[in-house]
């Protein structure tokens, strides 16, 4: 590593971990030269040796905080690659002393909406530019092109554009990264992004259990479906992840690695909070949230193992026509993927006019395609049902998308039926099919519901070709039941509703 080149860095990164080390360092190959700091010692040392073995020479760390700030260029860029919660403010206040008015700092973590719009104001009043991108890819994507939704001060994301053009990945030549939109929308549109990578990997997970436990397979024939999935319309990065991890052998050993792992599911957050605030903005999310519980519910091991020796959970394996059922479980795991993407996409478009993030969802479908971890080839489908209608209710009445979901949805019924016959749980492909389901079906029995609720709380109800609202005295409750009084009111909007008698 060279010499430092004193106050001219053009880039600053705080956090040195995996993300951001290897980041910086795909920013250093794209000619910017860049600093680093960190709290942890050893992460320095660990820069520049990745540095020196690719042969990167304007990149610099740091461990003393003051120094890394005097090393860059005015007006300073500083991005924060740290993890969410109480770290991202700690360092925020330990950094804001250092930096001057018309300084730009980013949030690239995993960090909490409504957060990022709490930070952004309280900085926006020190007069320093702020704004959150989230960052999907991991290690390689990080250090090889990642997908990135910045959103925020859209004057910060202009002068940085042409970095993270230069660093992002590209699909046909295009950077899959994009200005999100104001406020904290680059981190909301993070989080379902994540939302939707749980519902997938829950997807998955349940065809591995279809496949061992409902047809016998073993993991040699396993790994051959996953492969010749990523050949086809599944094509993508977690079923491509899928079937490498069905290749490899622990060290030492005969077996998988997959096989010698806990069956306990961890999580950072993001899943969960796609369900949260989906359920406050009212946008059904059944897949993903079917993928959260399945997470929750993996930790209870011991209770799972106590129950299994109750209830005998597990059936024999069969494999009768088992091309046939692996056909359709084919066509489940596409049926049950399109779900999963139409629900975040829904919930963005819910989001985008309850948070006034204007979002362009063809965009965020473009720059999903390469890079992050739900890129896949059906990502282009979802571009273009944007891009020709960019006010599309929902993706599921989008022509090409009905097409597929026609095509695939008998394998779906098929799968979630015969699993349910033989006692393998299916939650998110069930989940999806029911989703489905109900959403086409133009009377729910919610009237009922709405007749429950009125009947023990007086919460009133809405009839059919009726303006205003009603109530119902369902049961007399003074009266001797054969002198009974019409007992159904209702109250109009504007002109007095008349009384419609019960029948």
Not at 217 to 238: D, P
Not at 409 to 415: I, K, L, Q, T, W
């Amino acid at each position: 590593m060279s010499a430092p080149q004193p106050k001219n860095y053009a880039f600053g990164m705080i956090g040195l971990g995996t993300m951001g080390r290897n980041l910086l360092l795909n920013m250093a190959d794209h000619d910017f030269s860049v600093a680093g700091y960190d709290k942890d010692t050893s992460k320095i040392p660990l820069l520049q040796k990745e540095a020196d073995e690719d042969g990167v020479h304007n990149v610099e760390g740091f461990t003393d905080l003051s120094a890394f700030v005097q090393s860059l260029a005015k007006p300073r860029v500083v991005m924060m690659l740290v993890p969410a919660g109480k770290i991202v403010d700690s360092v925020i206040t330990e950094i804001t002393p250092l930096l001057d008015e018309g300084d730009m700092l980013i949030d690239g973590g995993n960090s909490y909406f409504l957060d990022t719009t709490r930070r952004a104001q309280e900085l926006a009043a020190k007069g320093l530019h702020f704004f959150g991108m989230g960052i999907s890819g991991g290690e390689e994507g990080a250090r090889r092109g990642p997908s990135m939704m910045p959103g925020g001060d859209q004057e910060a994301y202009q002068k940085m554009k042409p970095v993270l053009e230069a660093v992002s990945a590209k699909v046909g030549g295009e950077p899959c990264v994009t200005y999100i939109g104001p406020g904290a929308a680059g981190h909301f549109v993070k989080m379902v992004h994540n939302g939707i990578e749980y519902g997938i990997m829950q997807l998955l997970a349940e065809t591995y259990d279809v496949m061992k436990n409902g047809l016998g397979m073993e993991n040699e024939s396993m790994q051959q479906v996953y492969a010749k999935w990523n050949q086809g319309r599944l094509q993508s990065f977690l079923v491509d992840i899928t079937k490498d991890i069905f290749a490899y052998i622990a060290p030492d050993t005969d077996h998988l690695l997959l096989d010698d792992i806990k069956d306990e599911a961890r999580s950072k957050g993001t899943g969960k909070w796609t369900s949260q605030i989906a359920m406050d903005l009212q946008v059904p999310l059944s897949l993903i949230d079917e993928a959260v519980a399945m997470r929750d519910l993996s930790k209870y091991k011991s209770l799972r193992e106590e129950m299994e020796k109750v209830y005998q959970a597990r059936p024999t394996p069969g494999n009768d026509d088992q091309e046939q059922q692996l056909q359709e479980l084919e066509q489940a795991m596409y049926f049950s993927m399109i779900i999963a993407y139409a629900q975040g996409m829904h919930m963005l478009a819910r989001a985008s006019e309850e948070y006034e993030y204007n979002l362009n969802l063809a965009n965020i479908a473009k720059i999903w395609r390469g890079g992050c971890i739900i890129r896949s080839e059906f990502l282009n489908t979802i571009y273009n049902a944007y891009q020709q209608k960019p006010d599309l209710a929902h993706l599921l009445l989008d022509d090409t998308v009905r097409q597929h979901v026609q095509e695939s949805v008998a394998g779906a019924r098929a799968v979630v039926a015969r699993m349910a016959t033989v006692g393998i749980g299916t939650p998110a492909l069930a989940a999806a099919l029911s989703y489905f389901d109900t959403l086409r079906t133009g009377r729910m029995p919610s009237n009922l519901i709405q007749a429950q609720r009125d009947y023990f709380g007086a919460h009133t109800y809405e009839l059919i070709g009726h303006e205003g609202v009603f109530h119902t005295q369902w049961t007399p409750m003074h009266e001797d039941a054969e002198n009974k009084e019409d007992t159904h009111r209702g109250t109009g909007t504007e002109n007095e509703t008349p009384v419609i008698p019960n029948k």
